[in-house]
C-alpha cells in the first residue's frame, strides 16, 4: 500500500443505524475522512434496499472496497442480506467483505434453521456439533456464524467473513486493512427459496444431540 494513499469504502447494510455503528468505530460521522495505517480512507453509506437509493450506482462507482455489515442471520435478514448481493455486479472488481458484529465476550449467536427458517440460539462452544431445529425436528451440523452466512448465501472463497468487536477499534482496523490491502473480489450469490411460513419469531435454544 502507498503511504498517504487515499481509499473510498462503500459501507452497506439491511440497517443505517448498524452501518453507522461500523463507521463510528472510526469516525464521528458518516463520510468522514480517516487515515488508518497507511490509508486515508473516506467512508459512505448505502443502507437499506439498494434498488430505492437513486444514487447507488454513484456510490459503487466511487468505491474501492465495499465492506457489509450485519448482526443477526435470522431467515428475514439473511434475505435483506441477499437483496444487497443481488444489486452488486457478477464480476465486481473491487474487494468486497462482510463483517459481522459482535459484542466483546459474547458467546451466542442467532441463526436460522437451515430447513424451515425457525430462529434458533446458539453458543460459540457448539459449533460443529450434531443439533436438531425444536421445529423440524431435522438434524444438521452447526457451523459458525461466519461459516452459516457463507453456506446460506453460497459465497465464494475469496469473499472474506470477518468477526469485529463492537466499539473496538482495533478490531475492525486490522480487518479493514486486510480488505483494503486484498486482492479483488466478486459476489454471485445462489438464488434463496424462503417462503412467509418459514420465518418464525421467536427465538430458542438449539437443541444438541448426544453421540
Known amino acids: ?61 466511487k468505491a474501492d472496497a465495499i465492506a457489509i455489515v450485519v448482526r443477526f442471520l435470522d431467515v428475514l435478514s439473511l434475505e435483506k442480506i441477499k437483496n444487497i448481493y443481488r444489486h452488486l455486479p457478477d464480476q465486481i472488481s473491487i474487494p468486497v467483505a462482510i463483517f459481522m458484529l459482535r459484542d466483546k465476550g459474547e458467546a451466542d449467536f442467532k441463526i436460522s434453521c437451515p430447513s424451515c427458517g425457525q430462529k434458533l440460539w446458539l453458543r460459540d462452544t457448539d459449533v460443529a456439533k450434531r443439533g436438531r431445529c425444536p421445529n423440524c425436528t431435522k438434524p444438521f451440523i452447526i457451523l459458525s456464524q461466519g461459516d452459516h452466512l457463507k453456506s446460506q448465501l453460497m459465497l465464494p472463497d475469496k469473499v472474506a467473513v470477518f468477526k469485529g468487536i463492537r466499539n473496538n477499534p482495533e478490531s475492525f482496523k486490522t480487518v479493514l486493512l486486510k480488505l483494503l490491502d486484498s486482492t479483488p473480489a466478486g459476489i454471485k450469490p445462489a438464488d434463496l427459496n424462503i417462503s412467509d411460513e418459514a420465518s418464525k419469531n421467536a427465538t430458542v435454544r438449539i437443541q444438541i444431540q448426544n453421540t
Do not use: C, W
Not at 490509508?39 to 430505492?52: E, M, T, Y
Open 1 to 61: 500500500m502507498n503511504t498517504g494513499k487515499k481509499r473510498n469504502t462503500l459501507v452497506m447494510s439491511i440497517y443505517r443505524e448498524l452501518a453507522e455503528e461500523f463507521l463510528g468505530t472510526f469516525a464521528a460521522e458518516p463520510k468522514t475522512e480517516v487515515a488508518i495505517g497507511d490509508l486515508l480512507i473516506n467512508f459512505d453509506i448505502v443502507a437499506g434496499d439498494p434498488s430505492q437509493d437513486p444514487t447507488f450506482s454513484e456510490h459503487l462507482a
